[in-house]
């Protein structure tokens, strides 16, 4: 099945194809511990790449006859002192966007969730922090681990025809 368009593999973390061969839904599953300043530009170029070149695959008849897949990205961040206090931003020859400003690296996965389904990238994100003493949490409501699972839980649902 040629499934991607800008590269000829990506191997996602879930993947759910039909007896019939129907792309059902994909998962990437991301973690971020330390090194903030490194990773989150790194993490923001995957998470687009993976899903411009899913959906540019998908618009090109990659998956034939079928629905849209649902499309899922699940991410969890370290929460400590580096993850947690305001990163200074760079101005250099462009203003920042206002968002960007004052804010952690939790706050910028944050926005970049929010940005990934605004843009209809993602079906559903999940942003979640966990410190080493193995608590977690939510980040934001519309990206908890709930709405998560509502999401795809409701999508699967809908394609159950597809395995009869």
């Not at 966007?97 to 990934?116: M, N, V």
Request: charged fraction near 25%; glycine fraction near 6%.
């Amino acid at each position: 099945m040629r499934d991607r368009y800008f590269r000829p593999t990506k191997d996602w973390d879930l993947l759910i194809i039909s007896p019939n061969k129907k792309l059902i839904s994909v998962i990437e599953l991301k973690s971020q511990v330390g090194s903030f300043g490194n990773n989150f530009n790194n993490r923001t170029e995957e998470s687009l790449g993976s899903a411009i070149d899913l959906w540019t695959a998908y618009r090109e008849k990659a998956y034939p006859n079928q629905s849209a897949p649902w499309v899922g990205y699940l991410m969890l961040v370290e929460k400590s002192e580096k993850s947690t206090k305001p990163v200074r931003v760079s101005e250099p020859h462009f203003k920042v966007l206002p968002e960007f400003i004052g804010g952690s690296y939790l706050d910028r996965y944050k926005i970049l969730c929010q940005k990934l389904m605004l843009e209809r990238h993602y079906s559903q994100c999940c942003l979640m922090w966990s410190k080493q003493d193995s608590t977690f949490g939510n980040v934001a409501e519309e990206s908890s681990i709930d709405s998560f699972l509502y999401s795809f839980v409701g999508h699967l649902i809908g394609q159950l025809n597809e395995f009869k």
